[in-house]
């Protein structure tokens, strides 16, 4: 599908944006991450309203415009619209901002320990733009990557940070996502 297509390539350029952003010019990233969030989602959001709005048109140009005046016909397209288009950044936005109000609260409860101020925008924005069934695996990946790197990297007693695990493990999950997950039989059965 194209429109996968343009949002895979959308996602990754946004979140090699951010990489770049975070190695070059990280005393920038604080008053960069937040709305580059929001304005990723409003993006990604006003695209699929294109999607479905062309949709529609091709829908009610041919033999369903007799069904999409109706309303029932209509709740049909909105459901047909929100399961091939819109379910996949609906629950991954949510993902994501349950992830980053979880860690926001955690972060601030223990006096700000566990994260840097921007890297649960990071994190979320990680986890929005790789889609779902992706940021299901996006974050134990990034989890996993840490032990590990922690167990082969980092002295007893010492902590390692996640900060510069994030956007590298979504650009890879939404290339793993994009070129070999998605055809994979059971990928379709995260799908409703």
Known sequence: ???????FYFAVAVLGAMLALQ??????????????FYGSAAAVFAY???????????????????????????????????LHFLNEYLLSLLGALVMWLIAEYFNKRRGEVFFEREETYLAGLGAFLVGYPGWLFYLPTVLISGILASVVFVKKGERLPLYHFWLPIAIVCAVVIQFWAQYQPWWGQFRF
């Open 1 to 7: 599908m194209a429109g996968a297509n343009i949002l």
């Open 23 to 36: 190695i070059f010019w990280r005393r920038r990233l604080p008053a960069i991450v937040a709305p580059v």
């Open 48 to 82: 699929l309203g294109y999607v479905s709005y062309l949709q529609y048109q091709a829908f009610n140009a041919g033999v369903l415009s007799q069904v999409l005046s109706t309303r029932s016909g209509f709740a049909w397209f909105f459901n047909y619209v929100r």
